[in-house]
């Protein structure tokens, strides 16, 4: 994987908690990403280690000269506290290159319009990709975005200018849960109704449009109940997800035992010990053994090897397509072994 150190442009606050991070590319080259992608930043951590997160670009590769990502404060989060609190304009910060596959293909295919939903700090993605949309296309798109007050709309005067600028393309749709009493707008979460009121309202055409959604777990869930209802193509769905499911132990981590595991990278040959409360990866990294990851959601796919020998467990495997799972892939950041004699290549 490729790394930066990337000059911070300019910090643009854009709620109290979150704020927009925009910085030069290297002198050298620009960096080449797709819309939806995410950057992964190293933090120093007070163990001296560095504490790698994930953010999802808000900036568009069709629109915008600087690459940027957009950061939720989380309650006790170090990464997120420390680019709220610390990070200033001409500082350094190292950078995980591009990656991510909830993303919006130019090449892909152009019929049909793209429905995004999002909730809270899932929009970031959604913005890079309208915007591209917006950009590129002359594709209609309808968002739907829920968000707990005003305040705490990210993005909102860009999109109201960009529903403005795109009138009779582009469409937004807000809803939120604790509004202030002079609100007139939707009120309540995305559910199932108020997600297929909304659709119909501004004529989805469910057999042909595209569908991108990033937010809460429930929020997703009563969507695919929508896609489900309308018989929505499965190749028109796309979704993200910023934390990994919650696991249930019993469900996830039946009868693990210690495990030892053999790893091929980078023309090395690693040989560890998992404890069964373990992932591969926590093993090998709590050992200093240096494997390529990320998001440590199961989401981004950094980690990606296959297993050629032995019986592997994943917790999460959205991240992956079936064609890969058959093909024997898995994702070290998420994967437990299940047996002896497990043995991992990774490219």
């Known amino acids: 994987m490729k790394t930066y150190f990337l000059q911070v442009q300019k ?75 610390r990070l200033r304009e001409g500082d350094f910060l190292e950078v995980i290159e591009p990656m991510g596959r909830f993303v919006y293909e130019p090449e892909g295919p152009h019929h049909g319009n793209l429905v995004l939903i999002g909730a809270g700090s899932g929009i970031t993605p959604l913005f890079s990709i309208l915007k591209t949309v917006l950009k590129t296309t ?6 739907i975005y829920g968000n707990r007050d005003e305040e705490n709309i990210i993005f909102k005067e860009r999109l109201q200018q960009l529903e403005s600028e795109y009138a009779g393309r582009f469409t937004v749709v807000y809803i939120l849960s604790r509004p202030s009493g002079v609100w007139v707008g939707h009120r309540g ?29 429930g929020m997703m869930d009563q969507m695919q109940k929508i896609y ?11 979704y993200e997800r910023f934390n990994a499911p919650a696991q249930e132990e019993e469900e996830h981590l039946p009868d693990l035992k210690k495990q030892t595991v053999t790893v091929h990278y980078d023309g090395e040959t690693h040989v560890f010990e998992v404890e069964p409360h373990q992932t591969i990866l926590e093993a090998a990294l709590e050992l200093d053994i240096d494997l390529p990851y990320s998001c440590q959601a199961g989401m981004c796919t950094a980690c990606l090897g296959k297993c ?9 495997d959205e991240g992956l397509t079936e064609k890969e799972i058959a093909e024997g892939y898995v994702l070290t950041c998420v994967s437990r072994p299940m047996s002896e004699g497990v043995v991992i290549e990774i490219d």
């Open 11 to 85: 910090i643009v606050r854009e709620t109290e908690d979150t704020v927009s991070i925009h910085f030069w590319h290297p002198i050298s080259e620009q960096i080449k990403y797709k819309a939806g992608q995410f950057l992964t930043v190293l933090i120093p951590g007070s163990d001296g280690k560095k504490v790698r997160r994930s953010y999802s670009m808000s900036s568009s590769p069709a629109t915008d000269s600087s690459v940027a990502i957009t950061v939720k404060r989380v309650e006790g989060g170090l990464a997120s506290n420390y680019l709220n609190d």
């Open 138 to 143: 002359d594709r209609k798109i309808l968002l």
């Open 189 to 217: 979460r995305i559910h199932q109704a108020n997600g297929v009121w909304f659709m119909k309202e501004n004529r989805v055409d469910f057999k042909n449009d595209y569908f991108y959604m990033c937010g809460p777990e």
């Open 228 to 238: 489900k209802l309308f018989e929505v193509p499965a190749e028109h769905i796309f």
């Open 308 to 316: 050629l020998e032995g019986t592997v467990k994943m917790d999460e």
